[in-house]
């Protein structure tokens, strides 16, 4: 029995390690492969509703499924990106008044805590606390977010391309155009000072 023992540790040893891997930090990145991930942008002014959405995401979140309060993470949309369906509204959007974005190419959302974190299975619901720049102006910002960890779900999402896990961020907020100088001149009965913004991104961290 005594020569089985430096065996035997041998193995705990390594379901220790093995243990520890699998509880590790996992960085997803979310620049979709798939180019479906998108920020979803709602003004509702009394005599206009001004509705577009933002495909050019990237950025990377660091996700612990053992301790997601430690979620970091900055993602990046890209402000070329922003699209309305009407051709001289997105040409005014995307100029110098409005969004520049030739002189302020990407929004950026920094997350620095969250706060009020429940976990239940694969989703956790909590408040992000981050800093929201948008034409170079910074605002803090406490915002909910829903995450769902799905592990071994990229393959699903990639007919079998990829291997690894995937991590979807939901979130539903409003924020003010005259926060971050965006026209704030512009009358609110056609274009509204608050911007809700929806978004549902899926981050994928593949395995080799």
């Not at 390594?14 to 492969?33: L, N, Q």
């Not at 920094?110 to 910074?138: H, K, M, N, P, Y």
Request: glycine residues 8%.
């Amino acid at each position: 029995m005594m020569g089985r023992f430096p065996s035997m540790r041998w193995v705990f040893g390594a379901w220790v390690v093995a243990a520890s891997a699998c509880a590790a930090p996992i960085e997803f990145d979310f620049k979709d492969p798939k180019g479906v991930n998108n920020v979803v942008f709602r003004l509702d002014a009394p005599l206009e509703s001004i509705s577009g959405s933002a495909t050019g995401i990237s950025g990377k979140v660091v996700f612990d499924p053992e301790n997601p309060a430690a979620t970091r993470g900055r993602l990046v949309v890209s402000a070329e990106s922003l699209h309305v369906p009407n051709p001289m509204m997105k040409q005014h959007l995307h100029s110098g008044q409005w969004m520049d974005v030739a002189r302020y190419p990407e929004i950026v959302f920094e997350s620095t805590a969250l706060e009020d974190v429940q976990a239940r299975g694969d989703e956790v619901t909590a408040r992000v606390r981050g800093r929201l720049t948008i034409r170079d102006v910074t605002r803090e910002l406490v915002v909910p977010v829903r995450l769902t960890y799905l592990k071994d779900k990229l393959g699903a999402r990639s007919n079998g391309q990829m291997q690894g896990d995937l991590l979807v961020i939901r979130s539903q907020f409003t924020i003010r155009r005259s926060d971050f100088g965006i026209n704030p001149a512009a009358p609110q009965d056609k274009v509204a000072d608050e911007i809700e913004l929806t978004f549902s991104l899926a981050g994928i961290a593949p395995r080799k």
